[in-house]
Every structure is written in C-alpha cells, then in structure tokens.
C-alpha cells in the first residue's frame, strides 16, 4: 500500500494498518507529535483505530522544545 508521508511516498504494509503502527515503526511513541491524515488533526486517542488506505497523505509534525 502506498501513502504519502511528509511529501514522500513510502510503501507500507497492506491494511489493517493503522496510525498507531506507523508511529511506531517511525519511533515516534512517545513523543510530543501531531498527526494530519487527508488534511484533517488525528487525537492522540484515534491514532490506534485510525486505519491508513492506500492513497493516504499524512504530515507528522514533532513539537521540540526550547527557548
């Protein structure tokens, strides 16, 4: 299956495949991130259910702190 990831395409395995697995391949747990699927905010406490579709685009921002 193929999303868009940052502008990039990238392969990922066939569905189900959710947000949750993506951050996690990414190693993104456990950071402060957020998620943009097709243009609209994923909350944290969809990111295990939201299902990826082939055709996806998704912008993955990581706050960093500093001053």
């Not at 609209?40 to 055709?55: F, M, W, Y």
Request: charged share 20%; aromatic share 4%; no cysteine.
């Amino acid at each position: 299956m193929n999303i868009m990831l940052n502008g990039e395409a990238r392969q990922i395995p066939s569905t189900p495949y959710t947000v949750f697995n993506l951050l996690t391949e990414l190693g993104y747990i456990g950071k402060r991130i957020a998620v943009e699927l097709n243009g609209d905010i994923v909350p944290k406490s969809q990111h295990e259910t939201r299902q990826l579709n082939d055709g996806d685009s998704l912008e993955i921002v990581v706050a960093v702190g500093g001053g």
